[in-house]
């Protein structure tokens, strides 16, 4: 099987993007392998074949993106390669895709390293994040010549137009900075505007109107604001507003699938901090050696 390096993203034009990638060398024929190009508005899920089949190319122009002016969306890519004879394929990368952004040098890497590991180990909290889904296929919701929705608490598309709602979520550690407590009296009643704020590292890098669910089942919507802190451009931490989403909305009614078992194993919060360890010994790590106080090569 052929196996694909250095496949990245690169444009100096708004009128395309431009994919290159490379093979390592081999004895193999790559006439015998095809090559499709998928595409998502999300990193992990969601990817639609645009291009292919086609063998022995190594570079394509993703021309179908005009129109599409936003500055914050963002497209991942990544390639199929299929064995013509055996029938048998890989993806490329293996786990995620590839965008269009600046590479991180060692000092970037470093600083996204130390604020993950802050998180992870020190003030982070258990939390699904929902990227929404920005194509795909229309709701039955939504009107087929306006592509309005014509109904509102749609258990389909969770009020975003396309079935499905959300892209399946990412589990991780994230702070939540919570703000002073706030109750405002109006003719309709005590209104309570819950707008707290997240921090992550580098990954993943959201956008507005994501969903995060913590460990206690509360519902967040990132707002607009979000304040990205960059390193030759490569991104290193990200501080954004979480708006409380109000418990009657169709988001609660979102579920977050984890089993019996998972409900009973989680642990919220670093496990370090619920814990006294009396050494760095019994730390879990299971390249570290207790009784001679180093970390075995």
Not at 39 to 56: C, L, M, N, Q, T
Request: aromatic share 12%; glycine share 6%; net charge negative.
């Amino acid at each position: 099987m052929l196996e694909v390096v250095n496949f990245r993203v690169r444009t100096f034009t708004v009128e395309h993007l431009d994919l290159y990638w490379e093979i390592v060398p081999t004895s193999e024929d790559p006439f015998d392998y095809d090559f499709y190009v998928e595409r998502s508005d999300h990193e992990h899920s969601g990817y639609k074949r645009i291009a292919g089949p086609f063998s022995d190319k190594y570079h394509f122009q993703d021309t179908t993106l005009k129109g599409i002016s936003s500055h914050y969306r963002q497209w991942f890519y990544r390639l199929q390669v299929v064995d013509k004879k055996r029938g048998d394929d890989l993806y490329f990368p293996g786990q995620g895709g590839v965008t269009l952004r600046a590479d991180p040098d060692l000092i970037a890497l470093e600083a996204a390293r130390n604020t993950q590991i802050r998180l992870q180990e020190f003030i982070g909290r258990l939390v699904w994040v929902f990227p929404i889904r920005t194509f795909g296929q229309y709701c039955t919701c939504v009107d087929s010549i306006t592509q309005r929705k014509t109904a509102s608490n749609c258990l389909v598309c969770y009020d975003t137009k396309y079935v499905g709602g959300y892209h399946q979520p990412i589990e991780l550690m994230m702070q939540i900075i919570m703000p002073p407590e706030a109750t405002t009296t109006a003719d309709m009643g005590e209104i309570q505007n819950i707008n707290a704020t997240g921090r992550l590292s580098n990954y993943p890098e959201v956008h507005p109107r994501w969903m995060v669910v913590d460990s206690e089942n509360t519902r967040w919507r990132i707002g607009e604001g979000i304040r990205r802190i960059e390193k030759g451009r490569a991104l290193v931490r990200q501080d954004f507003p979480l708006h409380a989403v109000p418990k009657q909305d169709i988001e609660y009614r979102l579920p977050v699938n984890l089993t019996d078992a998972e409900k009973l194993a989680l642990f919220s919060g670093p496990r370090r901090l619920f814990t006294n360890p009396q050494d760095v010994g019994e730390d879990t790590d299971p390249m570290w050696d207790a009784a001679r106080g180093v970390y075995r090569a």
